[in-house]
Nanobody, 120 residues
Framework: QVQVVESGGGLVQPGGSLRLSCAASGSIFSFNSMGWYRQAPEKHRELVAIITRSGSTNYIDAVKGRITISKDNAKNTVYQQMNSLKPEDTAVYYC??????????????WGQGTQVTVSS
């Protein structure tokens, strides 16, 4: 059974930093990409950053220069370093992995989410 688990969320003051981790586990053959999404209260879930197996990255304009996504292919883990955080960054952050389990097709797997709160 493939599982995706996030960690690293918490409460931080504006201007502070957090590092989120997302680990995919199970009988994984390969992955195409892993990304971070977020959903603020009364907002739709939106893509924040994504990284491919080859290492190419994309960010939404709102976080460019403040958030860096990275990965460890061997561990099937993606990280999101979040700096200069703003109250607008407050949301539940979800990890999503596009991967192929042994004996299965490529699918999207969601984590349970981790809360990030930026407040003074």
């Amino acid at each position: 059974q493939v599982q995706v688990v996030e960690s690293g969320g918490g409460l931080v003051q504006p201007g502070g930093s957090l590092r989120l981790s997302c680990a995919a586990s199970g009988s994984i053959f390969s992955f195409n990409s892993m990304g971070w999404y977020r959903q603020a209260p009364e907002k739709h879930r939106e893509l924040v950053a994504i990284i491919t197996r080859s290492g190419s990255t994309n960010y939404i304009d709102a976080v460019k220069g403040r958030i860096t996504i990275s990965k460890d292919n061997a561990k099937n883990t993606v990280y999101q370093q979040m700096n200069s955080l703003k109250p607008e960054d407050t949301a539940v952050y979800y990890c999503n992995a596009n991967l192929k389990a042994n004996g299965d097709y490529f699918r999207y797997y969601w984590g349970q989410g981790t809360q990030v709160t930026v407040s003074s």
